[in-house]
């Protein structure tokens, strides 16, 4: 399983070489990498038929940290690893005549390649730092298709929106990760399914399961963070289609599968997910109607489908699971199918305007069966794969297991969002091609083969799904459910259940949806009308807050950053106060012990006076060659304190330091110009008043270190092995040249770059000739 995953990353940056315009044939037989694919994971359907077997790829990474690189074929992967491919290998014949006369083919195969290796990646992988990379790498490869078209400001935007909200979700993701891979001491997946109780009871579990929410609904787009979605419509319409249908949007869901028997069961858990679910269902299906933009419709459609799942995961029953994998599967079909067939008119007529678009079944037919099926499945009418998962899914919200009050309100949330998501299906699928053909669209020309027939393929599994569900119960579903429940389910697909209350809701959601669909006219007084709730709407808070955040850190930086050395200087030595002087105040007793005190003596009080006269020098002067010859004098003052108190090796070090530095600062100082006053007796007057105070903490410390007992284990051991080891008989010199020569090494290379940096800032010339100072 690690090759072929390998083989499609490399596949993806060999893509990046190509030049397009020379071998545009070539990309219309890139089709057959996911197609083979197809036929790869095909082949472990027997050993995964009905759930019976895993089938595990073992790969060691790093066994040190638990992290491999392990993969895990069973139901639930095997049923997203042949959406992938599958809806993957039309997308790829759809995108090499949509996108043919694009200049930059070859980076948007490059692209969707490397996002189809991630997304398998990510449903296959068996270990949490695994799942994770991969995950990211969905994010990151989204991010390219998204913002594809890079002249448009509008399609950057919507990619970096993406891309933030996204990585929001993968920081969270992270972070729950290691603390399940922590709590439970692997992050492998298979191990963790016989860890549940370990997790479930452990104080940790409620912001493990909240930090993952956090990452599956941000990937998933459910409420409030399902903004970013629609605005990723601004993506080629091929990336829209295998995103919204098999890929992108459904990692969440698997995420919330996959962890769904090992952290599930709890309330919390269970009732999250409903009421996250029920809010992002009925809000997307309501929503969607209001757009006359086709690819707008179908985004908030794909968020209410989402949230569907996503509730039917949070109730949790047997047969709730079984709906949910069921509905996935249906929404993949036919959602692809109407994105594919929307980019069919788009690209044919140069429009998505519902108001406008009616009769194109006069030039594309078979375009228009394609779109009539698709509506029908996602109306749930009878004789299409999307009535069953209708059927079930009402079976759930009325299943004995809830109060009469809890039926009555899941039941209604249900109708509410398959009714509208009836009316959209049909203004998708059926409204463009129904009705007399304005004059406008006479000329349309009828779409390539290689644009119609992904959508006619799709409309053709989905009436056979309808007609034999035996074939996705046997192929598909009973192992996926089994992947998540433990177990082989009792319930099965069946295209008549008698009459009962969820035949009847069925037949209310055509008949309502039908009549709402009628009434709808889509307009632009339609979208306007989503404006007021566009003020409410949790993007513009985000938005707000990010805009905040900018304002923040440009105030920040133009304060803490302006420039000036010396107040960077300033700032670190108040933090340094703040922090030492608190700690110094708060927590250690201070205490002056001045009897191991020598006395003050006169050539001491000598030097004392000198330095501060070199101060005052210093401090005062307009001259740079009388500061610079002060400083001097107080680094040759602090050499004789060294050699009063017994360390002439130091002042000898520290003379030739001090010396040494006097001759560059002078020579430097040749060059610059003559001495400028930057400051003001003010700013003066404050830099005084803190160089004093740090002077007195240091002063503070100094003495307190003298009363304070110290470790003399690290000098006894630097004097006794000074000689041993390093044959030196001078310790501060075996310190410097041989315990710590590397960071002494270092430190001479540092100087050296800002020696050199120094010289050729002197030497830049500037652009009128001279040079600069």
Known sequence: MLLPIILIFLLAFGLLLLKPQKILSFFKFLWVLPLLLVFYFSGYLPSVYEGSQVVFFRNSWIPSLGISLDFKLDGLSMLFSLMITGIGTLIYLYAAQYLKRDANLHRFFSYLTMFMGAMLGLVLSDNLITLFIFWELTSISSFFLIGFNTTQEESRKSALWALSITGLGGFLLLAAFVLIGTVAGTYSINQLLTQSDVLVNNSFYYIIIFLLFGGAFTKSAQFPFHFWLPGAMKAPTPVSAYLHSATMVKAGIYLLARFSPILGGDVVWNYTLMIVGALTMVMGAVLSVFYKDMKGLLAYSTISALGIIVFLLGVGTEAAIYAACTFILVHALYKASLFLITGIVDHQTHTRDLSILRGLRKIMPLVAVAGFIAALSSGGIPLTFGFLSKELIYGVTTDFMFTQESIVLLTGAALITNVFLTASGFLAGIRPFFGKLPERFQSVQKPHFLLWFPPVLLSVFTVLFGVFPVLPNTLFLKASVRSVLGKLPEMYLSLWHGFNTVLLLSAITIVVGTALYFSIKPSEKGEKSLEIIRRFAPQRFIAATTQAIKRFAFKYTRFFHNGYLRIYIMFIILFFMGIVGYKLFADVPLRVNTEGLSEFRIYEFLVFVITIIAIYFITTTTSRLTSIAALGVI???????????????????????????????????????????????????????????????????????????????????????????????????????????????????????????????????????????
């Not at 004789?640 to 520290?654: C, H, K, N, R, S």
């Not at 400028?676 to 002063?699: H, S």
């Not at 770059?753 to 800032?761: E, K, M, R």
């Open 635 to 773: 680094g040759y003052s602090i050499c004789l304190i060294f050699v009063f108190y017994g360390a002439p090796d130091l002042a000898m070090t520290q003379f030739a330091i001090d010396t040494l530095t006097v001759v560059l600062f002078v020579l430097v100082l040749f060059k610059l110009p003559p001495f400028l006053r930057f400051t003001n007796p003010k700013i003066q007057f404050i830099d005084g008043v803190i160089a004093v105070a740090f002077g007195i903490l240091i002063a503070l410390i100094t003495l307190q270190a003298l009363v304070s007992p110290s470790d003399q284990s690290v000098s006894k051991f630097y004097a006794d092995n000074a000689y041993k080891l390093a044959k030196g008989k001078n310790v501060v010199n075996v310190i410097l040249v041989d315990y710590r020569g590397f960071d002494t090494f270092i430190e001479t290379i540092v100087l050296a770059i800002a020696a050199i940096g120094v010289y050729s800032i002197l030497k830049y010339k500037t652009k009128d000739g001279e040079k600069s100072e």
